[in-house]
């Protein structure tokens, strides 16, 4: 198998193990806030991946970019999972997925024009923004939509610089440094009265364990080894499928069903990053001169 149609098959694959696990991240925030939560669950997996990992000798340089990516990891499941205290997963998983269609307007900074399908996906993601987190105005915005919405921007940061330092630096050192900052930021920000709140179970010790090892430990790794044989835009169309993942999973497990204009929100956007990305082409055109 060619190291693309590999990498793409395994980024599938990371797709579904993010998107199925939007459920199991509501059920542990009964027992624990998010930056506790968050603490354990990436520190885990950061120490787990420096000892699986240990690409060798680290550079300065390496180690930095990593932190970077760490910020902007750190502040999407931040945002998220405090959005999931007050939304569906469901809903998350499909205004999550609006970074799909950011990534094109993120990478115009590196000096590329939008294509108009990309324009059109735009347009069509925001109306369906639009329905699902304002259904009877303003007045009735959730915050948790609004959370998962700034985490959305963070991610699709994210992605754009995951494409951008994996093809100048070794994804065994970048992984495992982005994923151990995000633990480091949650555990300094924790005593800052954000949250505390940590009643261990058996129902969260296996939330944290999962949430550990597939979607942040290995998820990760893979993501970032693949995106050295992917443009970022194509790997946030294959991202496209991790609300559709998120729904089955939360219609399943805890039997979520979907008004008229959560329905339709949903579809919009999914619509929007569709077109965004197939009639857009992997990657916005390069500007001329």
């Keep these: 198998m060619r190291a693309r149609s590999k990498a793409e098959a395994l980024l599938v694959l990371v797709t579904f193990i993010w998107g199925s696990t939007f459920v199991v991240v509501k059920g542990a925030l009964r027992d624990a806030s998010p930056l506790p939560f968050i603490t354990i669950r990436f520190t885990l997996a950061g120490v787990l991946l420096f000892l699986v990992l240990r690409g060798g000798w680290m550079s300065f340089r390496a180690l930095a970019h990593g932190f970077v990516l760490g910020i902007f990891l750190f502040a999407g499941y931040l945002f998220q999972t405090s959005g999931l205290l007050y939304t569906t997963p469901s809903k998350s998983a499909f205004i999550t997925g609006f970074a799909v269609i950011l990534v094109p307007f993120f990478q115009t900074l590196h000096g590329f024009h939008l294509r108009k399908a990309t324009a059109v996906g735009a347009l069509l993601g925001l109306l369906g923004i639009y329905f699902l987190v304002m259904p009877s105005g303003m007045h009735a915005v959730n915050r948790g939509d609004l959370l998962t919405l700034i ?26 440094v982005q994923i151990l900052t995000v633990g480091l930021l949650a555990a300094s920000a924790w005593p800052l009265g954000f949250g505390g709140r940590l009643n261990w179970t058996l129902a969260l010790i296996a ?29 946030a169309l294959i991202f496209a499928l991790e609300p559709v993942f998120a729904a089955l999973s939360s219609r399943i497990v805890m039997g979520e069903r979907f008004g008229g204009k959560i329905f339709l929100g949903s579809a919009l956007i999914l619509s929007g990053m569709i077109i965004s990305e197939l009639w857009g082409g992997s990657s916005p055109s390069p500007v001329e001169g």
């Design 151 to 176: 985490a959305a921007t963070s991610f699709a940061v994210h992605i754009v610089l995951v494409g951008s330092y994996t093809r100048r630096f070794s994804y065994r050192h970048l992984v495992p």
């Design 207 to 235: 939330a944290i364990l999962v949430t550990a090892l597939l979607p942040t430990a290995f998820a990760f790794s893979v993501q970032n080894w693949a995106q050295q044989f992917t443009p970022p835009a194509h790997t």
